[in-house]
């Protein structure tokens, strides 16, 4: 800001100094009320610039992550079988709970017509996908499907951190839901610094807690841009978890160079949001 206001006082002292050995005064005095005013134009648009920015960057650092309980590991599952009646809970209320998930998103987006809707099915709707939640069920949560936090999964995709600010505090006077634990990835990005807002979000009526993310549209298009990168890093994190040893030197700087490349991806994606660029999700998977 300082170097564009110096810049723009320079522009103002050269065209004073360049017009007054061959004008009249009344002619400087024009010129130079006109060039005052383009200046405080200028800069009145720079500080509003700099002032949204500010106001959205503050509320999302005002919105603290919350301590999410971790669940307690057990390794012997045969020691705790799949109740049935968890599952016959999960058949009866997941896809009532989905489709209110689906419903007050379409609330948010009466308000903001621009926010797309993303609601992939439920994880327990394949056999694939059952499996893994029984599994997940019982060794993280001695089968209690209440504690679970992704079986349902939403997502609200915003232009700009304008809308997606006003898109959180319409979720907060939800009837249906309730905000139970906050991840602010915002405020703190994920490692390869991919940024969104996760909610989970208690359905009032069954207990059961759904995840709903916040995101930015430029961010979820540089996702499948960086995804890339992401796999690579796990594959060199995985072979070494596996071999039990540390990184090499060559896989350090491997994963360090994968790491900047995949920061430099979403701080970008990140500053076109800020910019006010207009976007288009590039993936119309789970599209409501």
Same mark, same amino acid.
């Given at each position: 800001?300082?170097?564009?206001?110096?810049?723009?006082?320079?522009?103002?002292?050269?065209?004073?100094?360049?017009? $007054?050995?061959?004008?009249?005064?009344?002619?400087?005095?024009?010129?130079?009320?006109?060039?005052?005013?383009?200046?405080?134009?200028?800069?009145?648009?720079?500080?509003?610039?700099?002032?949204?920015?500010?106001?959205?960057?503050?509320? +999302?650092?005002?919105?603290?992550?919350?301590?999410?309980?971790?669940?307690?590991?057990?390794?012997?599952?045969?020691?705790?079988?799949?109740?049935?009646?968890?599952?016959?809970?999960?058949?009866?209320?997941?896809?009532?709970?989905?489709?209110? +998930?689906?419903?007050?998103?379409?609330?948010?987006?009466?308000?903001?017509?621009?926010?797309?809707?993303?609601?992939?099915?439920?994880?327990?709707?394949?056999?694939?996908?059952?499996?893994?939640?029984?599994?997940?069920?019982?060794?993280?949560?001695?089968?209690?499907?209440?504690?679970?936090?992704?079986?349902?999964?939403?997502?609200?995709?915003?232009?700009?951190?304008?809308?997606?600010?006003?898109? $959180?505090?319409?979720?907060?006077?939800?009837?249906?839901?309730?905000?139970?634990?906050?991840?602010?990835?915002?405020?703190?990005?994920?490692?390869?610094?991919?940024?969104? +807002?996760?909610?989970?979000?208690?359905?009032?009526?069954?207990?059961?807690?759904?995840?709903?993310?916040?995101?930015?549209?430029?961010?979820?298009?540089?996702?499948?841009?960086?995804?890339?990168?992401?796999?690579?890093?796990?594959?060199?994190?995985?072979?070494?978890?596996?071999?039990?040893?540390?990184?090499?030197?060559?896989?350090?700087?491997?994963?360090?160079?994968?790491?900047?490349?995949?920061?430099?991806?979403?701080?970008?994606?990140?500053?076109?949001?800020?910019?006010?660029?207009?976007?288009?999700?590039?993936?119309?998977?789970?599209?409501?």
């Amino acid at each position: 800001m300082k170097t564009k206001t110096f810049y723009s006082l320079a522009t103002v002292i050269f065209v004073i100094s360049a017009y $007054f050995s061959h004008m009249h005064l009344e002619q400087k005095i024009n010129v130079l009320d006109t060039k005052i005013s383009s200046f405080d134009k200028e800069n009145k648009l720079l500080i509003s610039s700099i002032n949204y920015l500010l106001d959205n960057t503050k509320f +999302l650092s005002s919105i603290p992550t919350s301590t999410i309980p971790k669940p307690k590991q057990y390794r012997d599952l045969e020691k705790y079988p799949f109740p049935a009646m968890y599952l016959h809970y999960l058949e009866k209320n997941g896809k009532k709970i989905r489709q209110a +998930l689906i419903e007050e998103s379409k609330k948010v987006q009466k308000e903001i017509i621009s926010m797309d809707i993303l609601v992939p099915p439920l994880k327990s709707e394949s056999d694939k996908g059952l499996n893994r939640v029984k599994e997940k069920a019982i060794k993280d949560y001695s089968g209690d499907l209440k504690k679970m936090k992704d079986i349902i999964r939403g997502s609200q995709v915003f232009q700009n951190l304008s809308e997606l600010k006003q898109g $959180f505090e319409l979720l907060k006077k939800s009837d249906v839901f309730e905000i139970e634990y906050i991840n602010n990835r915002f405020d703190n990005p994920a490692e390869g610094g991919y940024r969104d +807002l996760v909610l989970f979000v208690r359905h009032k009526e069954s207990k059961i807690l759904a995840e709903l993310q916040l995101h930015l549209c430029s961010i979820i298009n540089a996702k499948k841009e960086a995804h890339g990168l992401y796999e690579e890093i796990r594959s060199i994190k995985g072979t070494a978890k596996i071999q039990q040893r540390s990184f090499t030197k060559e896989e350090q700087a491997t994963v360090a160079m994968l790491l900047k490349e995949s920061k430099d991806i979403y701080g970008a994606a990140y500053l076109k949001s800020i910019a006010g660029e207009k976007c288009v999700p590039k993936s119309k998977k789970y599209l409501v």
